[in-house]
């Protein structure tokens, strides 16, 4: 059994800078790609970054390219999204997902467990 748990989420002004976590518990090999997605009220779920199992890959939503890096910590079960020059159009819930299945460039409907999100809220 695989669980991810996120945190970090939060308010944050325009220009601000938020750190979001995902942590994995249970039979979680290291060896599986992560990704980022997420969703605002009233949109689809998308796709906001992914990083590989070394760490070395990582592939980003031209929207936060520049903006949000994404890194990993193995030993740890970690994976981490930092998130600079926020705008309010990056309000969402920030989902955390993995599966044996899921390549960098993966839709959702390819990863198999999933946390159950963390809110961010950029707003003046």
């Known amino acids: 059994q695989v669980q991810l748990v996120e945190s970090g989420g939060g308010l944050v002004r325009p220009g601000g800078s938020l750190s979001v976590s995902c942590a994995a518990s249970?039979?979680?090999?290291?060896?599986?790609?992560v990704g980022w997605f997420r969703q605002a009220p009233g949109k689809e779920r998308e796709f906001v970054a992914a990083?590989?199992?070394?760490?070395?890959?990582?592939t980003y939503t031209k929207s936060v390219e520049g903006r949000f890096t994404v890194s990993r910590d193995n030993a740890k079960n970690t994976v981490h999204l930092q998130m600079n020059s926020l705008k309010s159009e990056d309000t969402a819930v920030y989902f955390c997902?993995?599966?044996?299945?899921?390549?960098?460039?993966?839709?959702?409907?390819?990863?198999?467990?999933w946390g159950q999100g963390t809110q961010v809220t950029v707003s003046a």
């Open positions: 997902a993995t599966g044996p299945r899921a390549r960098l460039q993966s839709p959702g409907d390819v990863y198999d467990y």
């Open positions: 990083i590989g199992w070394n760490g070395i890959r990582t």
């Open positions: 249970g039979d979680t090999p290291s060896t599986w790609n």
